[in-house]
């Protein structure tokens, strides 16, 4: 007869000063691991009368869970300052052509 049974993971934290104080996160997730054990029963006009055991085996290891925490120091935040503004004044309306200036352009006399 056999049985599985589950083998623990563990956990395991690593420190990461590339990452801020406060910042952390599971780089690997944990699995559980199976341990087969087989065992010898042994019976008597149907009625058990003794278990010995006559292996167990890792079938599967277990995977450890790790987790990063982050040691760093956080960069300062730094503010946005607004874009720079021209200090010349713009001026929005289209420039105006001089009163004496024809509005139109002249037309060619015939023939010529």
């Known amino acids: 007869m056999q049985f599985s049974d589950a083998i623990p993971f563990g956990n395991v934290t690593q420190e ?12 690997v997730a944990g699995s559980e691991g199976v341990l087969l054990t087989t065992v010898e029963v042994i ?16 079938t599967a290891a277990p995977v450890d869970q790790v987790t990063v925490i982050g040691t760093g120091v ?4 730094v503010p946005s300052d ?14 105006e052509p001089p009163v004496d200036a024809p509005t139109t352009p002249p037309v060619p006399a015939p023939g010529g």
């Open 43 to 58: 019976y008597v006009d149907g009625v058990e009368t003794s278990r010995s055991i006559i292996s167990r085996e890792v």
């Open 16 to 27: 990461d000063p590339s990452q801020p104080v406060g910042v952390s996160y599971v780089s």
């Open 82 to 95: 607004p874009p720079p503004t021209d200090p010349t004044p713009v001026d929005p309306a289209p420039e």
């Open 74 to 77: 956080a960069a300062p935040e």
